[in-house]
């Protein structure tokens, strides 16, 4: 299991300059309310010590990142920070059970409910050329007074009393009395895995006083619930916060999600969380197999079974992105409800990894995609993000290698390049927000089949030529 280290500042002396693995960095956010107008953004960030590039100094082995965290609020910068991490270490010997996980924490103050992201670059310092930089988009949510909202789930790997803590951990750990280690990695690791959670939530008037329940509900990788747990309180002002620790090791190892949701006295759901996905790796609990099902049962299980005529026709519109020719005319011809029921049914099965089982988790993972560009993606009411030319990219292709984005300045347009090294031997997309609406039009790509100007910094980022750009538009 790793063990956790606040990284602190040493001097850095140059000398014979040691290889490492792949610079690997783990990076998570959790949104929490600061006031009526304002949230404060948490950036946990991570690394293994062994992941860095040592260079050695005396009898001393040291290890340098430089790291930036840049916050955008509807494409214009908000806010920035840069800071370098220093590790340093006696030897260069490996050992899995010696492994450090390095953490830190960064705390942004910003407007509540603006269209927020965020890119976090991390530079190794021995090594230039190994680097990691990821943009963020962030669901900020105003936590209006009139909902009964909870924050963000943040994972902790350690919670404890600030009076009797023996370590002395940086200031933005601190939450009330209490440190909370955060936990990027979203791994809980160990014969013995506890599961720490810190939230918040917001209540109303109308509950002000009154008894609620926290339900803390595990759900595996297929959705069904294997884990409850269950505490009463009361709301005592409007803002309040838990932490709670969850023995897992009844729990075989694998991918799950984790929810809160709150209760009223009879028993309303008045509040749910976002699921928070993690993993669970307990050498002594392997992973179990999964029942398998006949065909006729996994058809009527699956959501096809019950879907209306307007529903699988939409469900049809985004599979096109993955659909292949044959495929499109094939669903053009079906004349009956039924017939489209089991023909996008037979599309999922032929895609799922394993077509035994009832989780369809081709299916689901394209669904993860369709959520992520409607909240990320959308323009407005105008269009949802599915339907934009970076939401088609994502479900076409999945999630970026890399994802670059250049906020707007002056007279140039804000863009986005976005990188996968998995197909075609590399290949980039260039988005472009022709008419600063938030809709990142494509405008040029080196992968086959797609659009393709070379030109497309000139003609677009920086181009005046309103016709050309209007034609760009049209349906996307």
């Known amino acids: 299991m790793y063990r956790v280290v606040y990284v602190t500042l040493f001097f850095l002396l140059f000398g014979l300059e040691i290889h490492s693995k792949p610079l690997d960095v783990y ?35 040291i290890g340098s990142l430089a790291m930036k965290l840049e916050f955008f609020v509807r494409d214009s910068i908000a806010d920035s920070n840069e800071w370098q991490v220093y590790y340093e270490k006696t030897s260069l010997e490996r050992h899995s059970e010696n492994e450090n996980l390095l953490v830190g924490q960064k705390n942004f103050l910003i407007s509540a409910g603006s269209g927020l992201k965020f890119v976090f670059t991390c530079i190794d ?178 959501a096809f079974a019950t879907m209306d ?61 369709i959520d992520y560009a409607n909240r990320f993606f959308s323009v407005g009411s105008q269009m949802e993000g599915w339907k934009t030319d970076r939401g088609r990219i994502l479900i076409q292709y999945g999630e970026p290698t890399t994802r670059e984005f250049y906020p707007r300045e002056g007279s140039r347009r804000s863009y986005e390049i976005w990188f996968y090294g998995e197909i075609q031997g590399g290949a980039y997309f260039y988005f472009v927000d022709l008419i600063g609406n938030g809709n990142y039009v494509l405008v040029h790509s080196t992968a086959t089949g797609e659009i393709q100007d070379e030109n497309w910094f000139t003609d677009f980022v920086t181009g005046t030529n309103s016709e050309r750009l209007q034609k760009m538009l049209p349906n996307r």
């Open 125 to 302: 310092d021995n090594d230039t050329v190994r680097k990691y930089h990821k943009t963020f988009d962030v669901e900020n949510l105003d936590f209006e007074q009139k909902k009964f909202l909870p924050s963000d789930i943040e994972f902790a790997q350690l919670i404890e009393l600030a009076d009797t803590a023996k370590i002395l951990w940086q200031q933005e750990f601190l939450k009330g009395k209490y440190y909370v280690i955060p936990n990027p990695t979203k791994e809980i690791i160990g014969n013995s895995p506890r599961l720490y959670t810190y939230f918040e939530y917001y209540g109303t008037d109308e509950f002000y006083n009154k008894q609620i329940r926290l339900e803390y509900r595990v759900y595996d990788a297929i959705q069904n619930e294997i884990y409850y747990n269950v505490k009463s309180t009361s709301l005592k002002s409007k803002s309040q916060f838990d932490i709670m620790g969850f023995a897992l090791d009844a729990i075989p190892s694998g991918m799950y999600f984790f929810e809160v949701r709150i209760v009223d006295s009879i028993g309303k759901v008045i509040a749910v969380s976002k699921k928070k996905k993690f993993y669970l790796l307990n050498p002594e609990m392997p992973s179990e197999p999964i029942r398998a099902f006949t065909e006729a049962e996994l058809f009527e299980k699956s």
């Open 309 to 369: 005529d307007k529903v699988l026709d939409k469900e049809f519109e985004k599979a096109k992105y993955i659909a292949n020719n044959y495929e499109k005319e094939l669903y053009k011809e079906l004349q009956t409800v039924d017939g489209k029921r089991y023909f996008l049914f037979s599309f999922w099965r032929r895609r799922n990894p394993d077509s035994t089982l009832i989780f369809n988790q081709a299916y689901d993972n394209f669904n993860r995609k």
């Open 27 to 61: 990076v998570d956010y959790a949104v929490f309310k600061k006031s009526e107008t304002e949230n404060i953004v948490e950036v946990y960030y991570g690394f293994i010590d062994t992941s860095l590039t040592y260079k050695k100094a005396e009898n001393r082995y």
